[in-house]
């Protein structure tokens, strides 16, 4: 799809924010997708007119992710994009503009303005309350759908990540045995059967470490490095600065979080993947707590282990969610209270990036209405 290129303009603190929380879900300028498509002759179809468009506000202008029928005119793009990156909502603009328009905003969980769904037709068109309220439910499920895709090409990657750690560690052994094999075969009284049996064994072991190089080698080129780049880090500071980045969630809900840590918690980590995974933690705390409630972060160092303590007092769970907390896709019975989309992804990723630091997640609640207690243990070194 094309972008409807806007002449710069000076970007504010909002707008900062906003293009930060558009650029995470990786949207702009990427191919077509026929979920987006069908957004998009949905809302043509409930308005009965030719053309209609799924677009995203990014920095300079609009990138139309889905169209049917032809493009809006540029300067009902211009239109679109002055009025939709901060407004609440695209009322219909018959006068603005000969013909007819109408559209939706698309936000996300922090209420930032990603982009809109709209329908324009060369005629007047008369509308229906009916008929916006559906475009309006329209934009809620491609904003639905964006938080999936992201959760999916997340999850995604953490399972590489951690496939491509495990073949790492896969490599060492290998070597062992390919050195030693070789070591075996030249022994003087290894004996022909032994010697011949050893060399098999050491050009296995050499193709094994081969391929496991290719991967590993492919692995670089396609993502950057996959293995955790440790690195001395205060948990203390990371759970401040993620509860920071969380403010508009935090503040949709009128919740508030309390950091109990007093002091520095450092420990040697990959900042990118703790961030990730403390982030998804306090998104789910986010999710499943009432309003106008507190979510308490402490800490325990006991020897060579941190254990990070994240406390809500939302819907709780019980034992059969319990059990199935960390399995792909499994369906709870715990309701986000603000109905927010919820895949169960973000506590896969999370654990993911935990076990690549040699840690473990547990979660404890003492059932539903009683909120839940999520516990991340990492060693210190």
Known sequence: MQSAEIPDQSISINEELRLQTLFGYEILDTPAEK??????RLAADIFQVKNAAVGFFGENGIF???????????????Y?????????EISETAGEFNGFFAGAIIKSPGRHNLGAIMVYDDLPVETTEHQSSMLERLAEMVAEKLETRLAI??????????????????????????LQSELVSRMPDAGERVANIAGKINLQSKRMVDNLNDILSSARKENGSFKPQKTKIDLKKLLADVTDDLGSALANKNLSVS???????EIFGDEVKLRELFSQLIQNSIK?????????ISHQVIENQATIAIKDLGV??????????????????????????????????AKMFADMHKGKIRAKSEGIGKGTTFYVELPVK
């Open 35 to 40: 979920s987006y498509d069908n957004f998009a």
């Open 259 to 265: 950091v109990k840590i007093n002091e520095p918690v």
């Open 316 to 349: 709780g769970l019980d034992e059969a969610d319990l059990d199935r907390l960390f399995i792909k896709f499994s369906k709870l019975n715990a309701v986000p209270t603000g109905r927010e989309n919820s895949n169960g992804l973000g506590l896969i990723v």
């Open 64 to 78: 139309f992710k889905a169209v049917t029928g032809s493009e809006p005119e540029i300067d009902k793009v211009q």
């Open 288 to 296: 499943f707590s009432p309003t106008m409630s507190e979510i308490e």
């Open 153 to 178: 090409r997340r999850t995604m990657r953490a399972l590489d990540d951690r496939l491509h750690v495990l073949i790492h560690d896969l490599k060492n052994p290998m070597t062992t045995i390919s």
């Open 80 to 88: 679109i994009f002055n009025l939709a990156k901060s407004a609440d």
